[in-house]
Each structure stands twice: as C-alpha cells, then as structure tokens.
C-alpha cells in the first residue's frame, strides 16, 4: 500500500483507468505582475508565470494545446481521458465570458472529464465560483489556489500580494459550491523555518481542503529570487532537508487529503540552483524510500492530534 494518497490513485478510483493533465497556456496574465497588486510578481516568478508545463504551447490556441497534449499522453501513458489543467498565470483573472470560452473550448473535446484551474485568492469572485460550479455535471473539478505559506510574514518577503485570510475565505467560499480545492505550498521559502513549514501543514489540516501541492522552492534565471541568492543572502535546501521536510509535511495532512505533487520540475536550461532539482525521478524515489524506512504514512501525526 502507498504510505500517502497520491493522485493518480486517487483518479484511477473515480475513472477506473488513467487519466492525464494536459497543461494549459489560456494567455492570461496576473494582477501581481500587470501593476494591479505590482509589477515585480512573486520573487521565484519568472516570465513563464510559474506554468513551466504550459509555456510550451505559448501563442497556441487551446484546441491545438489539446491536440497536441492528448497526442503525447497517448503516445507516452497509453491515456484515453483527459483532464484540462489551466497552469500558467492566474487563471480566473479574464471577465467571465472569456474564461468560459476558455473553458468550454479546453472541454469540447473527446476524453475530457476534468478541468483543473490554477489561480490566486484574490482573483476569486461568487460568479467564477458559479461558472466553475456549472461543470461539476459532467466533469471533475479542481480549483488549485497558490498560498504557499501559511505565515503572512513569508507571503510580504516572497511580494505574494495577498494574505492567508484571503486564502482561507476563498478556501470557504469554493466549498460552498461543492468545489473541490488543492492549496499550493512552498518548502525553502526565505526566513522560513522548519516548525514554520510544519505549521503550514497544520494549518491545512485544518481546513475543508481536499488537496496539496508541495513545490521546492529553486532558483530560476531573470527573477528576484536569482538576484538574493546570487548576492548571498537565499540559500536553497539539500536534497536531504528537503526529503526529511516533505515527509514530515505528509506526517501532519489528513490522510484523505490528495497529494496531487510532491516536488517542482523546473526547466533544466534555466535552473539556477539546486541543480538536484533536475532529477525528479530520484527525488521522489528518496521520498518514498524514506517513507519506508521510518515506517510512517501521511497521516500519521494528524491521527494521533485528532484522536478522541
């Protein structure tokens, strides 16, 4: 059995077979980079707006992005069903009309059963809640919001441009509608340490939050972030910190919570720092070896906070 509940699983129990993302550039932009919130975005943010796997399709339309992404997921994964995953930028930030174009076009196509849209908290209103909400009918959805730290102290250092209150609200406002809702995180954050980290985790579990996304925070080129460690003044984590930091953050989740992610994927050409961040495949093996070997499970200290 998996010592976590990880997300293809937790697909192949709704659709009975695999299911694939297919990552999405809907040409939006971001009110933390468009002088709205600001113009320097988050400190890690590059031009890519964070939607590494995205970008790749940048001035395509969505129906090409599908094409191309169903393609390859066949070709690579032997899938037959798809999930649209709106990634780069922030992807409720378009009046409603364009975004459910965006959307209807994305799902218009055969083997869609989902549609996965990452975005911020503030960028959230009752009627994108009511759009998203028509399509829980006839597909899966997911509303996966950045808050990356559960300290506002972390989120001013990092220029996130909204607080974790914001977050929690939308959090309740989602569930309201029934939508399901992943929380984005960040392990490494500048200043943070690792009670810090843990009670970024805690505070999830508290929450109706249905699923995690834990990221690394690397160093990529042209961003704030390149400049404070090229200064000296942000150093990343090792390999080992952040291994023994993911576990000990799934120790503290509630068990039915999907772990959607577990580490980054940075664009090798313009990775920075740390150049482990590269080897993905190695990263999660170490996770799930060390898992084993301390013998715990996510879950397991939420269990024991919870009982009685």
Not at 65 to 79: L, M, S
Not at 169 to 180: E, F, Q, T
Not at 191 to 208: C, I, K, V
Not at 211 to 223: A, D, F, Q, S
Request: glycine share 8%; proline share 4%; aromatic share 10%.
């Amino acid at each position: 059995m998996s010592r976590y509940r990880d997300y293809n699983t937790y697909l192949r129990e709704i659709f009975g077979e695999r299911v694939q993302k297919i990552s999405l550039d809907g040409g939006l932009n971001c009110p933390n980079r468009d002088g709205t919130i600001s113009s320097k975005g988050c400190i890690f943010c590059d031009s890519r707006g964070s939607g590494t796997g995205a970008m790749i399709n940048h001035g395509q339309t969505i129906t090409e992005q599908i094409q191309k992404g169903r393609q390859f997921a066949r070709r690579r994964y032997g899938a037959k069903l798809f999930i649209a995953y709106f990634q780069a930028f922030t992807n409720t930030y378009a009046p409603l009309s364009k975004l459910k174009a965006l959307y209807d076009e994305a799902l218009g196509h055969p083997g869609m059963v989902g549609l996965s849209v990452a975005t911020r908290p503030d960028c959230v209103e009752q009627g994108t809640l009511e759009l998203l909400n028509t399509y829980q009918k006839n597909y899966l959805v997911w509303l996966e919001y950045g808050l990356q730290s559960a300290h506002d102290v972390t989120l001013t250092k990092i220029n996130r441009g909204h607080d974790v209150a914001c977050f929690e609200k939308c959090v309740h406002m989602s569930r309201a509608y029934g939508l399901n809702v992943c929380a984005h995180v960040i392990l490494g954050l500048p200043g943070e340490t690792r009670e810090m980290m843990l009670d970024t985790a805690r505070y999830l579990a508290g929450l109706p939050v249905q699923g995690v996304k834990i990221h690394l925070l690397y160093v990529v080129e042209n961003t704030p972030l390149a400049v404070l460690y090229q200064r000296g003044e942000y150093s990343c984590l090792e390999r080992e910190e952040y291994v023994d930091l993911v576990i000990a953050f799934l120790e503290w989740l509630p068990p039915s919570m999907v772990i959607q992610r577990l580490t980054g994927d940075p664009i090798s050409s313009e990775l920075v720092a740390p150049a482990w961040a590269k080897d993905k495949m190695t990263n999660l093996r170490l996770i799930r070896r060390c898992l084993e070997e301390r013998d715990t499970w996510q879950g397991r200290k939420y269990q024991s906070s919870t009982a009685g």
